[in-house]
């Protein structure tokens, strides 16, 4: 019954995130991957994820901790599934390698038990030229390690930037992090092109939004990345639950 209830919930939730300013790509969820682990957790009514990243977890630059993209998650996603508690923590920062979360996952990943894993990864390790060997081995050796501890996993790319495409070879760090996904079998959330899209269409450029607008241009950018996030999950639950 409960099942039932949450299939039919999951054919209004997609419109309700939705926001016409967030557009996404027409293939965007072509590749989303079912979540089971979350699945199961929504119809026990309390949902645990646990958000890995650098820098952009912690939402610099906004109006506060509120409008970070994983604060938003959290609300986005109650509401996308009202009756059920959503938990949101954070782990990482500034200069946070894919490295140091193969360490927080050892810990993390047992003490809250979440659902669901979202790792953003590779901005760091692009930034800095890291090895890109070492990086595959570490995203394979931390994405077994969240199947292992009974969760789901998206993961993440790079936020795009203009400075950053200058002065890294972002390609060979993006194919890495595909790869990473396929061979693991999970989401991979395009970020670095939705948010290239977002700067052509002309809706959010913030490396060119005056210092005047630019906290309220993150707090938008945050809230979008947010949605599109929770429509992922959204599609993700309502992929296992056809299955």
Same mark, same amino acid.
């Not at 996603?77 to 009202?82: G, I, R, S, T, V």
């Not at 782990?91 to 659902?115: F, I, K, M, Y």
């Not at 570490?138 to 993440?156: F, K, P, S, T």
């Not at 607008?213 to 993150?218: M, P, S």
């Given at each position: 019954?409960?099942?039932?209830?949450?299939?039919?919930?999951?054919?209004?939730?997609?419109?309700?995130?939705?926001?016409?300013?967030?557009?996404?790509?027409?293939?965007?969820?072509?590749?989303?991957?079912?979540?089971?682990?979350?699945?199961?957790?929504?119809?026990?009514?309390?949902?645990?994820?646990?958000?890995?990243? $650098?820098? $952009?977890?912690?939402?610099?630059?906004?109006?506060?901790?509120?409008? $970070?993209?994983?604060?938003?998650?959290?609300?986005?996603?109650?509401?996308?599934?009202?009756?059920?508690?959503?938990?949101?923590?954070?782990?990482?920062?500034?200069?946070?390698?894919?490295?140091?979360?193969?360490?927080?996952?050892?810990?993390? #990943?047992?003490?809250?038990?979440?659902?669901?894993?979202?790792?953003?990864?590779?901005?760091?390790?692009?930034?800095?030229?890291?090895?890109?060997?070492?990086?595959?081995?570490?995203?394979?050796?931390?994405?077994?390690?969240?199947?292992?501890?009974?969760?789901?996993?998206?993961?993440?790319?790079?936020?795009? $930037?203009?400075?950053?495409?200058?002065?890294?070879?972002?390609?060979?760090?993006?194919?890495?992090?595909?790869? #990473?996904?396929?061979?693991?079998?999970?989401?991979?959330?395009?970020?670095?092109?939705?948010?290239?899209?977002?700067?052509?269409?002309?809706?959010?450029?913030?490396?060119?939004?005056?210092?005047?607008?630019?906290?309220?241009?993150?707090?938008?950018?945050?809230?979008?990345?947010?949605?599109?996030? #929770?429509?992922?999950?959204?599609?993700?639950?309502?992929?296992?639950?056809?299955?």
């Amino acid at each position: 019954m409960r099942a039932c209830a949450l299939l039919l919930l999951l054919l209004f939730a997609g419109p309700a995130l939705a926001d016409p300013r967030c557009a996404l790509p027409p293939d965007f969820l072509a590749g989303t991957r079912p979540l089971p682990v979350t699945t199961h957790a929504l119809e026990s009514r309390t949902l645990r994820v646990l958000v890995l990243g $650098s820098a $952009s977890v912690t939402g610099p630059g906004g109006s506060g901790p509120d409008t $970070s993209w994983p604060a938003r998650l959290q609300v986005l996603l109650a509401e996308a599934f009202p009756g059920h508690t959503v938990e949101v923590a954070v782990r990482g920062g500034r200069g946070v390698t894919v490295q140091d979360h193969l360490a927080l996952l050892r810990a993390e #990943a047992t003490s809250l038990a979440p659902a669901l894993v979202i790792w953003q990864a590779g901005t760091v390790e692009a930034a800095r030229g890291a090895d890109l060997e070492e990086m595959g081995e570490a995203l394979q050796a931390g994405l077994d390690r969240i199947r292992r501890r009974g969760a789901d996993a998206i993961l993440m790319e790079m936020q795009w $930037s203009r400075f950053l495409r200058a002065n890294a070879n972002v390609e060979a760090y993006r194919d890495k992090l595909r790869l #990473a996904a396929a061979g693991a079998g999970v989401t991979l959330f395009r970020r670095w092109e939705l948010m290239e899209g977002w700067v052509d269409v002309g809706f959010l450029d913030i490396e060119r939004t005056p210092a005047g607008e630019r906290r309220a241009a993150v707090d938008r950018l945050n809230d979008c990345i947010a949605r599109a996030l #929770a429509l992922t999950v959204v599609d993700g639950v309502r992929e296992a639950q056809l299955r």
